[in-house]
């Protein structure tokens, strides 16, 4: 059903932007799959779409501001997450410092958006193995926040469920600031990126 993906020399490394989550239909829709979410809206906005399969991810192809883009939603569940993105970061020759991570934090109030230049897990099991994977915490990320669970819910629980109404009716306008964010992280770089979509709104 997917095409493989074959090695291109075609000039400079591309940025390498990565959504987290877990695969399947049963995942779609919960909290912690905000990263895939954010990433589905940034193809969209590139009139791109997730077709080919590279390092058990699927993978889409873009261009913005003439940067080459590599989109990938990892396939391996999130906690070994790692495995996928170091392997596309080898193949496509990517530097740290143009990795960008998106992934959902419970530590975040709901349409707050946080970038980083680096840092380190917090807990975070698929960042702990992005970290250990590529022997370095010094890559870009996009925190989207989630807000904390209700009452006594414990925090796995709640990220595995799905929004609910009143989030789901905002959370359009936070996957497009999502988007905008990495891709103004592209075209302007980190500090601009960080002093425009830092924060709760625009």
Not at 68 to 84: E, I, Q, Y
Request: no cysteine; net charge positive.
């Amino acid at each position: 059903m997917f095409k493989r993906l074959r090695k291109k020399d075609d000039g400079p490394a591309p940025f390498l932007i990565i959504g987290l989550g877990n695969p399947g239909p049963d995942f779609k829709e919960n909290r912690h799959n905000v990263g895939f979410m954010v990433l589905d809206q940034l193809a969209d906005q590139l009139g791109e779409r997730f077709g080919r399969v590279q390092a058990e991810s699927l993978v889409a192809s873009a261009r913005h501001s003439g940067e080459r883009l590599v989109l990938a939603k990892p396939r391996t569940f999130m906690n070994p997450s790692g495995r996928a993105v170091s392997a596309l970061a080898r193949f496509y020759k990517v530097m740290p410092e143009h990795i960008l991570v998106i992934y959902d934090d419970a530590d975040l109030p709901f349409e707050s958006l946080r970038m980083r230049p680096g840092g380190g897990a917090a807990g975070q099991k698929g960042m702990r193995s992005i970290i250990q994977s590529l022997g370095t915490q010094d890559f870009p990320r996009l925190r989207v926040g989630i807000g904390r669970p209700p009452g006594r819910m414990r925090t796995p629980d709640y990220v595995l469920q799905d929004f609910s109404k009143q989030q789901r009716e905002v959370l359009p306008f936070v996957l497009r600031r999502a988007a905008d964010a990495a891709l103004t992280f592209v075209s302007e770089g980190i500090d601009a990126a960080m002093n425009e979509y830092n924060g709760a709104e625009g």
